[in-house]
């Protein structure tokens, strides 16, 4: 069901429970501001979702009220995941939804990476 991006952020989402240890991930990378682990329903060979530590529903909002450094941070975070799993020769695709034409079902941050095979056109037609 896709989320309202618009809304205020909701302290029950999935990824908020992750973020608090009360369900489990399978963790690739953490650090202050960054938790990167692999998604439940991989669509390619390597799919990772890397979300902030802080309380964003979206990339619109943690683009519009994050602070520098959490932002340098997150997307420094990105990068060394992807680098780090060996993505960067063979390539990669990033990717984040925001609200309801572009599906974004989890109301926390997110974005994916897929990797591990060609990865066809960049939307579904
Ligand atoms: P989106 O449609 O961009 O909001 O993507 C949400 C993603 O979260 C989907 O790819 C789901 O498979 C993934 N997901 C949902 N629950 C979990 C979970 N508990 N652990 C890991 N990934 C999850």
Redesign the pocket.
């Known amino acids: 069901m896709p989320i309202d991006a618009t809304q205020p952020y909701d302290d029950d989402n999935?990824f908020a429970k992750?973020l608090r240890g009360e369900?489990p991930?399978k963790k690739v990378y953490e650090d202050e501001h960054a938790l990167a682990?692999?998604?439940?329903?991989p669509?390619a060979p390597t799919?990772i979702?890397v979300i902030p530590k802080g309380r964003y529903v979206s990339w619109d909002d943690f683009t519009a009220k994050a602070d520098d450094a959490e932002i340098a941070a997150f997307i420094r975070a990105v990068g060394k995941v992807a680098r780090d799993a060996g993505l960067v020769e063979p390539g990669y695709r990033l990717?984040?939804?925001i609200g309801p034409d572009?599906?974004?079902?989890?109301a926390h941050l997110?974005v994916?990476i897929f990797a591990g095979r060609k990865l066809g056109p960049m939307l579904a037609q």
Do not use: G
């Open positions: 999935i992750i369900i991930s682990f692999h998604d439940i329903n669509q799919h979702l990717l984040a939804n572009s599906h974004q079902e989890v997110h994916h």
